[in-house]
T-cell receptor, first 114, second 116 residues
Framework: EAQVTQNPRYLITVTGKKLTVTCSQN?????MSWYRQDPGLGLRQIYY???????DKGDVPEGYKVSRKEKRNFPLILESPSPNQTSLYFC?????????????FGDGTRLSIL | QQQVKQSPQSLIVQKGGISIINCAYE??????FPWYQQFPGKGPALLIA?????SEKKEGRFTISFNKSAKQFSLHIMDSQPGDSATYFC???????????????FGKGTLLTVNP
């Protein structure tokens, strides 16, 4: 089954404790991205990756890092989480850079930073 | 700068009624307009999409209407069902050359509730 898998699904942690949210896709997609979803703000792109070792900032990259060492994996790293990063996070992938391809989303990771 | 404005923020419709969600965009270079549907606890999923060379696209009970001159597009859900209750996001992007991101710009979402 084609899917994007995020882990963990839920996490409560404290300010400053480094955390990583993993994302893996099994569709051999080139393009992957991370979004955060906040009430009233919709989906905002954090980082994206065109392919292995090619990453770039989206609209709200501050406080986040990513890496793309393998095509299937695109982890989101919060080096020093802060309460304003409490949000619902989605990883997404699509076949390639062309935006007319369907974008496949994971089921989300709800992060609470205390 | 919000490039895609979506309204209403929430919508309540009776079963069998028509649900209408509207979006307006600013960037005339946008040329791909998808709608995504999100159920609670799930990620968004592509529902239907349109390009500006057509004014309407229909898939089952879901129709996109597109008005290029007004820079507006809308989603119509005919014979709305309780199972349609979800959050709907419109989006827009620019295909082809230029721009390294090819990203989707999303509206803020509409929470649709269809009462039985």
């Amino acid at each position: 089954e084609a899917q994007v898998t995020q882990n963990p699904r839920y996490l409560i942690t404290v300010t400053g404790k480094k955390l990583t949210v993993t994302c893996s896709q099994n569709m051999n997609h080139e393009y992957m991205s991370w979004y955060r979803q906040d009430p009233g703000l919709g989906l905002r792109q954090i980082y994206y990756s065109m392919n292995v070792e090619v990453t770039d900032k989206g609209d709200v990259p501050e406080g986040y890092k990513v890496s793309r060492k393998e095509k299937r994996n695109f982890p989101l790293i919060l080096e020093s989480p802060s309460p304003n990063q409490t949000s619902l996070y989605f990883c997404a992938s699509r076949k390639d850079r062309e935006s007319n391809q369907p974008q496949h989303f994971g089921d989300g990771t709800r992060l609470s930073i205390l | 700068q919000q490039q895609v404005k979506q309204s209403p923020q929430s919508l309540i419709v009776q079963k069998g009624g028509i649900s209408i969600i509207n979006c307006a965009y600013e960037n005339t270079a946008f040329d791909y307009f998808p709608w995504y549907q999100q159920f609670p606890g799930k990620g968004p999923a592509l529902l239907i999409a349109i390009r500006p060379d057509v004014s309407e696209k229909k898939e089952g009970r879901f129709t996109i209407s597109f008005n290029k001159s007004a820079k507006q597009f809308s989603l119509h859900i005919m014979d709305s069902q309780p199972g349609d209750s979800a959050t709907y996001f419109c989006a827009a992007s620019r295909e082809g050359s230029g721009g390294s991101n090819y990203k989707l710009t999303f509206g803020k979402g509409t929470l649709l509730t269809v009462n039985p």
